[in-house]
C-alpha cells in the first residue's frame, strides 16, 4: 500500500463516517443524553462493524455475505428494535417530567449501559448489509485486495479506526457541548421528543427497507 493510497483511502473513509446518517445521530443523541463515554461506546461498536466488513472485503466472502441474507436481516431487525426503543424512551421520559415536577434523572443503566451503547452501534453498521457491498468494491479501488500483506492489512484496519472513529469521537464531544450549552433551552423538551420521533421512524425504515 502506498502513502498516497493510504492517504486517500483514509479521506474517504472519514468523508464517509462524517456523512449524516443514523450511526451519526446515534451517537450524537447517546452522547447528548448520557454523557461522552456513551457516544463513545457506540462509536466504538460502529468502528468495529466497520473492520469485519472490511475483514469479509478482504478475504473475498462478498458472495458468502449475500448467501447470508437471512442472518443480516435478523441483525437489521434488532438493531431497528433498538433504534425504535430508544426512541420511545427518550419520548417516555420527556412525558414524564410534564406530569411531574422533579423526576430525577432517568439512571444510565436504563438506557442499555455502556455494553449496550457499543452492541446498539454494531448492529446498527451490521444491519446495513449493502456496507459488506460497498466495502467490496471501494478497497479494490485503492488496493490490489489478493496481493495484500499483513502488514498491509494491519494498516488498513488502522486506517479505518482513525478515520472512522475520530470523525464519531467529535460528534460524541460536540454533542456533550451543545447538549451542555442548551440545558436551559426553553425547547430542550420538545427537541428531544422529536429526537425521539426520529428514532423511531429511523427504526421503522430499517426494518422495512430491503
Known sequence: MTLFSALTLFLVLAAMAALPSSSVALVVARSAVSGVPYGLAVSLGIVAGDLIFIALAVLGMTALAAELGAFFALIRYAAAAYLVWFGISLIRGQLRREQEQ???EVPRAAWGGLPGSFVAGLLLTLGDVKAIFFYASLL????DLAALSSGDIALLSALCVAAVGSV???YAFAAQ???ARASGFAHARKAKMLAGGFFV???GYLALKG
Do not use: D
Open 201 to 203: 421512524a429511523a427504526g
Open 140 to 143: 479494490p479501488t485503492f488496493l
Open 177 to 179: 457541548r451543545l447538549a
Open 168 to 170: 464519531k469521537v467529535v
Open 102 to 104: 422533579a423526576v430525577p
